[in-house]
């Protein structure tokens, strides 16, 4: 095989962090090319055939062909985390980006503020106003491209003055905080009247997410507000809405583009006080016409409703199902169905042409041209969001995830048509956010979720829960994990608050351990104005969130808890002993848990201070067996760390995957440099060794791998300027086997007319 050319060079007198060009190494993008969650949208109406997305840690896309094929346009910005796109209606080349997801979940990813490109997404500027993390909505003056507005919900953790409706009139050179309550309520929304510019309303929201997975509040000033100077001054719309002491929350809400008079509003609220809610007086007062859940249920994650562009009468929502009224919002059918659980988020109408409408849902984005009666494909946009990743011992070897809002993805690392297509994946039975666990004896059985057994030969799915039917007596998040010993391919392990093990496949397991949660708490600071003493008296409500079994010790586990707690068993959990490093407080997740590789006494852990508000990287290791921990972020950003590996076959190199990006330490975590090479900024949730490859997990832009880190392996300190370096052995197959007529150049997939060069499996 060809030797690899790698470059390492040092930059000025920076001792304590190194710089490394790696030559030709590249991450490339397996797939799956089916969407993710997306919540911003919108077209261009002067270009009928012209839309953008903000995908929610996927980045902006484009089409130019009504959705037949998108183009990502946004891969070289410091951030994938989108709340929403808008188009200059004057001007088709002014577009806006405003980063942070803008939505309420468990698994939310901030932004870094607003950007804009003055050439249709080809080059990009930054606008500021990082510090609001989460970006609701904009809204851009039909005739004056430069007087924008930018409804800034604030951090979803913890209380911060930078949120609220910020409005610029330079094109984002500077920025006024023009609406503001506290610094617990942000902005949701904001929309400029479509007739008289100078008329603008916003959507307050005081939702706050809680330290736990499940946790929300929602505070006293959410509200409607609306401005008849142009943002200066505003005043809140009460008459006819709920009030905060019957529960009200997020409101969304549309002008009718053909009579600004008529409003449309989804109020979420108590259930006899929620519902669509119309408004004939611009705002003045409000009448509730449906109270059906349905139309405007869950409003921390849906808003949206719009009204046709030129029929005041005709009005869609958008929630698990797109509704039609065309009665003025009295009756409803059902437009767009759902059959996955699409949840749908945002729809932009053509306001020059209503037959051609844009949907932005939970799997990426549809576009019709005829009204609804057809829709374009969201299996063209790989912006897939995993939790987790593992590899099989096939060959070529399996990627495995389970995909938010999707179920779950099994992909070949490469195929044999000449490139990794829609034919390389299919589903393995496991629910959209759990662990995936191939058997290491047999790469047809597929085990995850909470907790399921998937048979590739007969298509059939088992469940091997613990209980049939669930008693109370155990806690599960989303994430339970689901893993085989890496030294006993016999040996299962499942999580909740207690850990599980299994010899048989799940036809009998053993509990190996207590609850290893907080039994009682501290309430983090970032919970702020909703602390109080009863808090402290809620039950247990941690887990277990990562499992390590030692590679050299079968007697050797380590467990961290959501609610920030690290445990070890040296005896295959027979007593457990709590070794929780002192920097980490109560309700930091303990996002992964690496064993060491070399040794049963060492082991690395991700510690996620998000959900506490804090932002900083936290990676911790031990060499004692947790008698003592090193905090090891020398050389890394303030981002949020998901997920630490030691290589199994080179002692001292690691891989890191932050919100953004990976990075790569030679040195045993004293120094970092990022690895995010050609990959786009997004969430690294998970990555894991396979051989001589690197495969990546992302929280919106599906699987990558890094073939062949050889030279990575041999990189040391005393290295020259330019080395030659002996890659690993591997197996030369043919490119391309398909003899049939080729797919056709824009159905999507991962192709390259190299030698692909797949590694042997141990």
């Known amino acids: 095989m060809a030797a690899v050319l790698l470059r390492h060079y040092s930059l000025g007198s920076r001792a304590d962090s190194r710089h490394f060009s790696f030559g030709n190494l ?30 929610n840690n996927g980045g902006v896309w484009k089409t130019t062909d009504f959705g037949r094929t998108w183009a990502p346009i946004f891969d070289e910005q410091s951030t994938g985390s989108i709340g929403d796109v808008a188009v200059a209606p004057s001007d088709p080349n002014i577009v806006y980006v405003a980063t942070g997801e803008g939505i309420q979940r468990p698994d ?4 870094k503020g607003i950007f804009k490109s003055t050439d249709a997404g080809r080059t990009w500027t930054h606008l500021g106003l990082d510090a609001g993390q989460q970006m609701g909505g904009l809204a851009i003056d039909p005739k004056d491209p430069n007087r924008v507005f930018a409804a800034v919900l604030g951090h979803p953790y913890g209380p911060n003055p930078e949120r609220g409706v910020y409005r610029t009139l330079d094109g984002g050179k500077t920025w006024e905080k023009v609406l503001y309550k506290d610094e617990n309520t942000g902005a949701i929304q904001v929309t400029i009247d479509p007739v008289n510019p100078q008329i603008v309303y916003a959507d307050l929201w005081a939702g706050r997410r809680g330290p736990r997975e499940n946790g929300a509040w929602n505070g006293p000033n959410s509200g409607l507000f609306k401005s008849t100077d142009g943002g200066t001054t505003w005043s809140q719309l009460t008459k006819g809405l709920p009030t905060p002491a019957q529960g009200l929350s997020r409101i969304g809400f549309c002008i009718a ?8 509003a989804t109020v979420a609220a108590d259930a006899s006080y929620g519902g669509i809610y119309r408004s004939d007086d611009a705002g003045a007062s409000w009448q509730k016409l449906n109270s059906d859940q349905r139309f405007w249920g869950r409003g921390d994650d849906f808003a949206e409703v719009k009204a046709d562009p030129k029929n005041k009468d005709i009005v869609y929502t958008a929630d698990v199902v797109v509704w039609k009224s065309t ?8 437009f767009r169905g759902a059959p996955g659980g699409d949840d749908y988020h945002r729809i932009w109408i053509n306001p020059d042409n209503p037959q051609i409408m844009l949907i932005a849902l939970d799997q990426g984005a549809i576009v019709t041209v005829n009204g609804g009666q057809s829709f374009s494909s969201w299996y063209n946009q790989p912006t897939a969001q995993f939790y987790h990743v593992i590899t099989d011992n096939a060959f070529p070897y399996n990627v495995y995830g389970a995909q938010q809002e999707s179920g779950s993805v099994g992909i070949a690392s490469r195929g044999n048509d000449g490139g990794v297509t829609f034919r390389e994946w299919h589903p393995v039975g496991v629910e959209e956010y759990g662990y995936v666990a191939p058997d290491p004896l047999d790469p047809n059985i597929i085990y995850g979720g909470k907790i399921t057994r998937y048979d590739k030969r007969t298509g059939q799915i088992q469940n091997i829960a613990p209980e049939a039917v669930r008693s109370g007596k155990y806690r599960y998040l989303r994430t339970a994990p689901v893993l085989f010993s890496p030294i006993d391919p016999h040996t299962m392990y499942f999580a909740g ?6 010899s048989n496949g799940g036809h009998s397991r053993q509990t190996i351990s207590p609850d290893l949660s907080r039994e009682r708490w501290n309430i983090p600071a970032s919970v702020g104005v909703y602390s109080n003493e009863s808090l402290k008296q809620m039950p ?7 499992v390590a079994p030692s590679p050299v010790d079968p007697l050797t586990i380590w467990a961290g808890t959501d609610d920030g707690l690290i445990h070890i068993t040296k005896d295959g959990g027979k007593t457990w002993k709590n070794i929780t490093p002192p920097e980490v407080s109560d309700w930091m997740k303990v996002s992964l848990i690496d064993a060491g590789h070399s040794d049963a006494s060492t082991a690395y852990a991700a510690v996620n201070g998000i959900r506490i508000d804090d932002m900083h990287p936290h990676i911790y290791k031990t060499h004692d067996g947790g008698k003592t921990w090193t905090a090891i972020v020398n050389g890394l950003p303030d981002d949020p760390i998901n997920v630490v590996r030691e290589d199994p076959h080179h002692k001292g190199l690691l891989l890191a995957g932050s919100e953004t990006a990976v990075y790569v330490s030679f040195d045993d975590g004293a120094h970092w440099s990022s690895l995010r090479l050609n990959m786009p900024a997004t969430s690294i949730r998970d990555l894991v060794f396979k051989d001589a490859d690197v ?17 990575m392996r041999q990189l040391t300190t005393a290295v020259a300027d330019a080395t030659l370096y002996k890659p690993e052995p591997a197996v030369r197959v043919r490119w391309d086997m398909n003899p049939d007529t080729p797919l056709p150049q824009e159905e999507p997939a991962r192709r390259t007319r190299q030698t692909e060069r ?3 499996t141990t």
């Open 26 to 55: 590249r991450w490339r993008m397996i797939g799956p090319h089916r969407g993710g969650r997306t919540v911003g949208g919108c077209g261009s109406p002067q270009q009928p055939n012209v839309f953008y997305i903000g995908v």
């Open 108 to 111: 939310l990813s901030v932004g």
């Open 257 to 264: 583009p053909s009579d600004p008079s008529r409003l449309y």
């Open 327 to 334: 009665d003025g919002g009295k009756s409803w059918d059902a």
């Open 497 to 502: 608050n207690v850990l599980f093990k299994t």
């Open 540 to 546: 247990r409500r941690g887990v277990i969130y990562t």
């Open 695 to 711: 495969v990546v997990g992302t929280h919106g832009r599906s699987f990558w791998i890094l073939d062949d880190i050889a030279p």
């Open 758 to 760: 797949s590694s042997t």
